[in-house]
């Protein structure tokens, strides 16, 4: 659906909510709503009472007047504790103090003025029905504060809690190495790339592949946003699952919002590490079958975070960093040729045939030149490693090499957040998004041997593929309210959600020769039941696992949430528009090989 469609259904949707005879609500996805009804003890409506908002943290204060229909409306509230204060001419002053105000979510506080001075406070301690969400039908739950701080989460990610809201499939892929739309993580059935992600009231969501499980770190729950969010800079999480409100309207799936924790009148900072190393951990099981050492397996994660003011007020700031160094060990067998097998001698039942003498082919000569194996070919199986897993391979010509390979996953995560309050009717704040991934992938390995030690007994058992991501995201928001009754809020976002994978590039592994050496065919692993090669190469080059690709989008998102309160209804509208620049390379065309590779050496003599 394009930007154009969108605006189109926004509309008709404004005007259904116009003709309501009961009020209805909507909030953009960094705000809440506080609404309700201001009666005399005779249940008789009062209006023009003042009623004022006032943040327990900031100071922040919004103020507004009842319409003559009694009502009062803050449709564009940052989440947090607030007071709400209302007094009017022959009636004492009314004080609830502890208004909680959530994401996407409307709280309504119903006041009865008693008569008196307003120089009497009364104050309200409990008011009944305000958690309740009465105003529109959206289903989901709010997580703030320690819940999003304490509850477990895969990699301290708050997406993780998705799968913890009723209607939302639980996320298989770890267990039954599935992904995309079979793996888990759809919102009451929905495609799992239907899920939309708003962070800070900008759309983080990958518009290049939807759920990015691409590009997401080791461990790091599907579906996410493209800009990671930690749990210990979050400071409130909604998933709406069902009947979302005019506010979201991107997809047909899960609505996420989440917002970044702001600075406040006091100075506060915290600073964490989660460390688990190797040294309580078994080796792999094959590895001390075949005598191999441990390897060294480490996940450290740690950061800070702190936030405070500028101006007491009136400018806040807060920022967060976050690093993780993970370092993972993968065992992998790739079936390499026996001791005979590389000097050209073929077993079949164990009976040997030397390549170069062998009269078994008719009572002549299978090899007429009498030469044998292909010297090319000879060198190209010496730097093979010699194998060491008897397990794998048919015991005559095949033979399986295990080794562990080295897999760090290195991330570096920061974000920075200000908040200014204009006036008593206007506040605008903005963040930044910082992301660095380099991900150590299994596609591609690297067994060869050093160049002066043919046929060594260890290789070099490295991963050579990567992928790297760069992720930058930019947010702003602006809120005021006009007269008493009109609220509008005005924001956007720029997100550059860049990455690629990298592979190796294609290097002769013998000297001398004009391309890459791929025995047998393609396979990244040899003698699988999906692979007719017989042996492995030193450094894998088949098509799926080797080919690279880049993948880069800039994308625009401009939107308006407006509200008006008339009698006793509500009439909102707005509308959105994206820009989406994307860009993508590759170096395959799949079914084909690689454009540049590989390239197959046939040796004649």
Not at 174 to 203: I, L, R
Not at 255 to 262: A, H, M, Q, R
Not at 422 to 443: A, I, R, S
Not at 574 to 593: A, C, K, M, Q, S
Request: glycine share 10%; with cysteine.
């Amino acid at each position: 659906m394009s930007s154009h469609h969108k605006a189109l259904s926004a509309v008709v949707l404004v005007c259904l909510l116009a003709v309501s005879a009961v009020p209805a609500f909507s909030q953009a996805t960094t705000t809440g709503t506080v609404t309700g009804t201001v009666v005399d003890p005779a249940k008789a409506v009062v209006p023009d009472a003042t009623v004022t908002l006032s943040n327990k943290y900031t100071g922040a204060r919004h103020t507004t007047t009842t319409n003559s229909a009694g009502i009062y409306l803050f449709a564009s509230v940052l989440p947090g504790e607030y007071s709400l204060r209302c007094s009017a001419k022959g009636f004492k002053t009314t004080e609830v103090g502890l208004v909680v105000v959530e994401v996407t979510k409307t709280s309504t506080y119903d006041l009865t003025l008693e008569v008196g001075s307003s120089t009497t406070t009364v104050e309200v301690r409990i008011a009944p029905g305000a958690e309740l969400q009465t105003q529109d039908a959206s289903i989901g739950t709010v997580l703030s504060g320690d819940s999003v701080l304490y509850l477990p989460t895969q990699q301290r990610s708050v997406t993780a809690l998705i799968l913890l809201q009723p209607g939302v499939s639980p996320n298989l892929a770890s267990s039954a190495g599935t992904y995309g739309d079979t793996g888990g993580g759809q919102v009451n059935g929905a495609n799992v790339d239907q899920t939309t992600f708003y962070v800070d009231g900008g759309d983080a969501t990958s518009d290049l592949e939807g759920t990015d499980n691409y590009v997401s770190p080791q461990g790091e729950p599907q579906p996410a946003p493209f800009i990671a969010v930690p749990a210990e800079w979050t400071q409130e999480f909604r998933t709406v699952t069902a009947s979302s409100t005019a506010s979201f309207a991107r997809s047909s799936g899960g609505e996420v919002s989440v917002l970044t924790k702001s600075g406040t009148n006091t100075y506060h900072g915290a600073a964490y590490e989660y460390y688990y190393g190797d040294a309580t951990s078994a080796n792999f099981w094959i590895n001390d079958r075949l005598g191999l050492a441990k390897p060294h397996q480490v996940n450290n994660r740690f950061g800070g975070n702190g936030g405070g003011y500028l101006i007491k007020d009136k400018l806040f700031f807060y920022g967060g960093y976050e690093q993780r160094d993970l370092f993972l060990a993968t065992s992998e067998t790739q079936l390499v040729p026996t001791m005979t097998a590389r000097e050209g001698i073929i077993t079949i039942n164990n009976v040997q045939y030397n390549l170069a003498t062998t009269t078994a082919c008719g009572g002549m000569l299978c090899d007429p030149r009498g030469i044998g194996i292909s010297p090319v070919i000879a060198a190209d199986l010496a730097t093979l490693p010699v194998g060491n897993n008897a397990a794998v391979g048919d015991g005559e010509n095949t033979i399986g090499y295990t080794a562990s390979f080295p897999q760090p996953v290195l991330e570096k995560l920061a974000v920075a957040r200000l908040d200014y309050t204009l006036g008593p009717h206007w506040n605008m704040f903005g963040t930044f998004h910082f992301n660095k991934y380099n991900l150590t992938t299994t596609n591609q390995f690297n067994i060869t041997c050093p160049t002066s030690t043919p046929n060594c007994t260890t290789g070099a058992d490295t991963f050579l593929s990567t992928t790297p991501a760069q992720p930058r995201f930019l947010t702003a928001q602006i809120n005021g309210v006009i007269g008493s009754n009109f609220t509008t809020q005005t924001h956007a976002s720029y997100l550059h959600d860049w990455w690629n994978w990298n592979r190796a590039p294609l290097v002769p592994e013998v000297p001398g020769t004009a391309a890459v050496i791929d025995l047998g065919g393609e396979a990244q692993i040899a003698g699988t039941a999906s692979s007719s090669k017989v042996f492995g190469d030193p450094i894998n080059y088949d098509t799926q696992d080797a080919r690279a690709r880049i993948w880069g989008g800039k994308d625009w998102f401009l939107a308006e949430d407006a509200s008006w309160l008339h009698g006793k209804h509500t009439i909102q509208f707005g509308g959105g528009f994206y820009l989406w620049n994307l860009y993508h390379e590759r170096t395959d065309d799949v079914i084909g090989g690689l454009t540049t590779g590989p390239q197959f050496s046939s040796v004649r003599r």
